[in-house]
């Protein structure tokens, strides 16, 4: 179980610490990520990879980071003769999530990736297929798999704690303003993919799959677009259902024109959920029943990649790999075909890698 921040409670870590390198300095990296570097006991900020010189000297000043940690797109190839950095923390847009994971793999180093893994199933097996003949680990970063919430979600769901499932319904939208949809990289074809449902989409798919704790069999999905002069390059709103083996009807959503952060499952004898910032960063509203769910809050991050590096030192098995962001990236391209063929899509053999 989690402790604290960390995953070893009031123990003190005092074992090897493993060098973190970022991959792309924007806000997840500078708000987010690094400042849980400062909290991790296995984990440690020690190298940055940025295409913004003028970042550099911030950067160095807050993090003391060694003028020979600092890298950039350029250069990044030659971390394969730095021993200081064991992994390679990817936080670069969904489309050059592919050919920074493969860089690093080559270069000898770990991987965590954020989330979405790629941008087709054609490049997450690229990814795996390098993380594999160069003997490194390729995780996602699904820091939610470490959130004490959707932890508890979980544990009801695989025990079936209230009955047989019958039904899980989660979305996550929101709805930002227009000149962000015309300048952000969220939104364009390339780099984005398709914006909300490759950026928010992903969490909904997630906890449709960890709920059911099946592979799904088929999708059907459709899509809405009540603004075209922004939407040029995706579509504002897409919904999808997945069918399970274990016939739990599952609805799932995301997208621009509204404000939604929940998922909620009935069983046969009740009902839990996360009904309020389900896929934020704190403040989760978990429910079972009528009655809150109790968890204690934790900064999700820091777990998060202390335990990808408790599993590298320890050579197990990580919560999070790849293998599982390749199953996910099957499903959304298996809702985008869905919108486009206006058809069910079958999905039982894709998951095949």
Request: glycine letters at 8%.
């Amino acid at each position: 179980m989690l402790g604290g921040s960390s995953l070893w409670g009031q123990q003190a870590y005092t074992g090897r610490r493993l060098g973190v390198a970022l991959v792309g300095l924007g806000n997840y990296s500078t708000n987010h990520l690094a400042p849980a570097l400062q909290i991790t006991q296995i984990a440690e900020l020690r190298g940055i990879v940025t295409g913004s010189p003028e970042k550099i000297p911030v950067w160095q000043e807050k993090y003391g980071i060694k003028d020979e940690n600092v890298y950039n797109y350029d250069n990044f190839d030659e971390i394969a003769n730095n021993p200081d950095i064991d992994i390679v923390y990817v936080v670069v847009p969904h489309g050059l999530h592919a050919e920074f994971t493969i860089r690093a793999a080559h270069a000898g180093k770990h991987v965590i990736c954020e989330k979405p893994m790629a941008s087709t199933v054609a490049e997450a097996d690229a990814m795996l297929t390098a993380a594999k003949k160069n003997n490194v680990k390729l995780a996602i970063g699904y820091r939610l798999h470490h959130d004490p919430f959707h932890r508890r979600a979980m544990e009801l769901a695989r025990k079936e704690a209230l009955g047989k499932l019958q039904s899980c319904v989660a979305e996550f939208s929101g709805r930002p303003k227009d000149e962000r949809i015309l300048t952000h990289w969220h939104f364009d074809r390339e780099l984005g993919v398709a914006g909300a449902l490759w950026d928010l989409g992903v969490y909904a798919v997630q906890a449709q799959m960890y709920i059911a704790g099946q592979l799904p069999t088929q999708v059907t999905a459709q899509s809405f677009n009540t603004r075209p002069e922004l939407f040029t390059e995706c579509e504002e709103t897409y919904e999808w259902q997945l069918e399970f083996p274990n016939r739990m009807k599952s609805e799932g959503a995301a997208g621009s024109n509204r404000s939604e952060n929940s998922f909620h499952v009935v069983a046969e004898r009740g009902k839990f959920g996360i009904k309020t910032r389900a896929y934020a960063y704190n403040g989760q509203v978990g429910y079972i029943n009528d009655q809150p769910m109790i968890c204690t809050p934790l900064a999700q991050q820091a777990p998060h990649m202390d335990g990808i590096c408790q599993s590298i030192l320890a050579g197990i098995s990580l919560r999070t790999p790849g293998e599982m962001g390749r199953r996910d990236m099957v499903v959304l391209e298996g809702v985008l075909e869905s919108i486009s063929t206006g058809k069910t899509v079958q999905l039982s053999k894709r998951f095949l890698a």
